[in-house]
């Protein structure tokens, strides 16, 4: 099946500081999403981006669905900030079934 | 905007015990979908439905079944909870009526523990 890598696993910045994050998939998928879940553990869509790029406030993101992978970048990044990112992406094969990558978990110093 | 609901939030059992959760789609959504996460992990798929049909299936055993209903929730029913049953479960939804629609909507997810 369909393997989505994401890296780094961890990161620990200030306050202010932006970040990248990268999201690889093993094969074409269909769609495309990040997500942040606070550590209440809430999921917060992000994103919904098969391809191109898109703004919202101090993220964004781009897809390149040729070579199969995705940034999200973080700038300004505020202590609310912290969590863990995940990206999730549906096959080819599949309308349905998400597969997660392991996440990065990112810590936001004040 | 509305939101994907999910009830209870929390929910404490005993093993072998059985469980009802229950997840109200965004309105107009004709997708559902339930995931499963354990600690320290990310979401693993269990089952979904579309217009009331079983659409996919996960990882969801034997011993959980699902189903939607007329006026699109859903309830996940759980039977014989083990331990390993602890986690947090989410429901999502989605509509095909729209140009993104397979995008996956959460909601705020039940946290289940087993004791």
């Known amino acids: 099946g369909i393997q989505v890598e994401q890296s780094p696993p961890d990161l620990i910045l200030q306050e202010g500081a932006n970040s990248t994050l990268r999201c690889n998939f093993s094969d074409s998928v269909n769609n495309l999403q990040w997500f942040h879940q606070n550590p209440w553990g809430q999921l917060i869509n992000l994103f919904y981006?098969?391809?191109?790029?898109k703004q919202n406030g101090r993220l964004s993101a781009t897809t390149v669905a040729t070579e199969r992978y995705s940034l999200l970048y973080i700038s300004s990044s505020q202590t609310t900030d912290s969590g863990v990112y995940f990206c999730a992406g549906l096959p080819a094969d599949s309308n349905y079934q998400l597969i997660w990558g392991a996440g990065t978990k990112l810590i936001i110093k004040p | 905007a509305a939101g994907v609901i999910q009830s209870p939030r929390h929910l404490i059992k005993e093993k072998r015990e059985t469980a009802t959760l229950k997840c109200y789609p965004i309105?107009?959504?004709?997708?559902v979908y339930w995931y499963q996460q354990g600690p320290g992990q990310d979401p693993q798929f269990l089952i979904s439905f579309y217009e009331k049909m079983q659409s996919d299936k996960g990882s969801i055993p034997d011993r959980f079944s699902a189903q939607q209903f007329s006026d699109y929730h859903s309830e996940l029913n759980m039977s014989s909870l083990e331990l390993g049953d602890s986690a947090l479960y989410f429901c999502?939804?989605?509509?095909?009526?729209?140009?993104?629609?397979?995008?996956?909507?959460f909601g705020p997810g039940t946290r289940l523990t087993v004791l």
């Open positions: 309105p107009r959504h004709d997708t």
């Open positions: 999502a939804s989605s509509s095909y009526r729209t140009t993104s629609y397979n995008e996956q909507f």
């Open positions: 981006i098969p391809s191109g790029t």
